[in-house]
């Protein structure tokens, strides 16, 4: 079993800044890759970046060259440091993992608020 635990959500003006965090634990061999999505109200939950292992990684459009994902290998972490928020931001954030244990499986955490205030 593995569990994905989040942290750092909150309400933020927009332009703020907010960091997210996301450890992993449990019976892992493996992590693949470390990510975030989010899904607002009455909306899909959609990617909003991803890290693979060997550091690759893929943001949304609408977060490019304002989100940087980062991860920790050796605590089995992912970051999502988020600046210029806008109030479009605003979702339930998500953290994923693509863990080897050794069989492969999506984790999903459990998620955080993030309102971002106009």
């Known amino acids: 079993q593995v569990l994905l635990v989040e942290s750092g959500g909150g309400l933020v003006p927009a332009g703020g800044s907010l960091r997210l965090s996301c450890a992993a634990s449990?019976?892992?061999?493996?992590?693949?890759?470390m990510g975030w999505y989010r899904q607002a109200p009455g909306k899909q939950r959609e990617l909003v970046a991803i890290?693979?292992?060997?550091?690759?990684?893929s943001y949304a459009d609408a977060v490019k060259g304002r989100f940087t994902i980062s991860r920790d290998n050796a605590k089995n972490a992912v970051y999502l440091q988020m600046n210029s928020l806008k109030p479009e931001d605003t979702a339930v954030y998500y953290c994923?993992?693509?863990?080897?244990?050794?069989?492969?499986?999506?984790?999903w955490g459990q998620g955080t608020l993030v309102t971002v205030s106009s």
């Open positions: 994923y993992a693509g863990v080897v244990t050794p069989m492969k499986l999506n984790a």
């Open positions: 449990g019976s892992i061999f493996r992590i693949d890759s």
């Open positions: 890290m693979i292992t060997g550091g690759t990684t």
